[in-house]
């Protein structure tokens, strides 16, 4: 029967906990290796480490990663698993051992590189997405494909819905993934086409704002949903202020032609009803303002609301 093999994990955060636990308890895991995070995730991971005899490591920045090599060289792993770390590979630590690491991307490879696959897929209405797993080379997520794990994405999925379901499968492709570098002789992969292959840049405010004169409402919804937690919504305007819609919903109602963008009525419920530009209307339940987190009944108190427009 073969030796246990070791595998160090290098994460970004949250979202590989629950992978963390899992290769923890089935005692595949020697080390753990955390990018740029709050200094409370990392404390609670350092803490995490120590009591379950693991090896940790810190790489608060890019200059930091330096530390790696000599790092992995201490502790041998057979394997280094990467789940959502920050930080490019440097080519020499990549030398510790040919297709010895092993990349979990939250998004279907090569459509969706990037850092935030999973705000991407919802932006684009995709149906399903997929955790990618790869080897990893000296180029973000272009190494040889291994397999891809597919899921299906729910229709009301926000970014922080739909990131909590790839952790919790995240978890059990890595153990499927250890499982098999425990008992293969050799693990399969091909090289990713280049026809669909994309590189989706982190996303700057023109991919999180609303285009109320050229967004259809279900677009309008579908891009409120891949900003909720992490932008805090979709990024608009109202009478020159910053304003960010956290929460809304369809309300299929024509609005025979009104300018997109502009309040008609408040509903029954309290919510804001707002014109597109497919003769649809949008509900808004919650938004930021400069008061804070509010929902639209208190975004209400504004007086002659109705007619006004969000740019």
């Not at 890595?174 to 693990?187: D, G, P």
């Not at 259809?216 to 919804?221: L, M």
């Not at 309290?270 to 808004?284: E, T």
Request: a negative charge; charged letters at 25%.
């Amino acid at each position: 029967m073969s030796s246990q093999k070791k595998i160090v994990i290098l994460c970004g955060g949250k979202f590989a906990f629950k992978a963390l636990q899992l290769l923890a308890f089935e005692n595949y895991l020697c080390g753990i290796g955390i990018g740029k995070s709050s200094s409370l995730v990392i404390e609670a991971l350092e803490t995490e480490s120590e009591n379950n005899n693991l090896d940790f490591k810190s790489f608060p920045d890019k200059n930091s990663v330096s530390e790696m090599k000599s790092w992995i060289e201490k502790l041998k792993p057979d394997y280094i698993f990467s789940i959502s770390f920050p930080f490019l590979i440097p080519e020499d630590v990549l030398l510790y051992g040919k297709e010895k690491f092993i990349n979990f991307h939250p998004g279907p490879l090569p459509e969706y590189r990037g850092p935030m696959p999973i705000f991407e897929v919802l932006k684009n209405q995709e149906k399903l997405t997929a955790v990618s797993v790869h080897f990893m080379n000296s180029k973000y997520d272009e190494g040889p494909l291994i397999f891809k794990d597919v899921l299906k994405i729910e229709k009301d999925d926000t970014y922080g819905k739909l990131a909590v379901k790839l952790s919790n499968h995240t978890a059990q492709v890595a153990l499927n993934m250890a499982n098999m570098v425990q008992y293969a002789e050799k693990i399969p992969s091909s090289m990713q086409e280049t026809k669909n292959a994309y590189y989706y840049e982190k996303p700057a405010l023109s991919d999180t704002y609303i285009k109320w004169k050229n967004m259809s409402s279900e677009e309008i919804i579908t891009l409120i949903n891949s900003c909720n937690p992490w932008n805090t919504g979709a990024d608009t305007s109202f009478e020159g202020e910053q304003v960010k819609i956290i929460v809304a919903s369809l309300y299929n109602q024509s609005h025979q032609n009104a300018n997109p963008g502009t309040i008609l009525s408040i509903t029954e419920d309290g919510h804001i009803a707002v014109a597109c530009s497919d003769d649809k209307q949008v509900s808004i339940e919650v938004l930021k303002t400069d008061f804070g987190i509010i929902t639209a009944k208190q975004f209400n108190f504004q007086e002659n609301i109705i007619g006004k427009k969000f740019r």
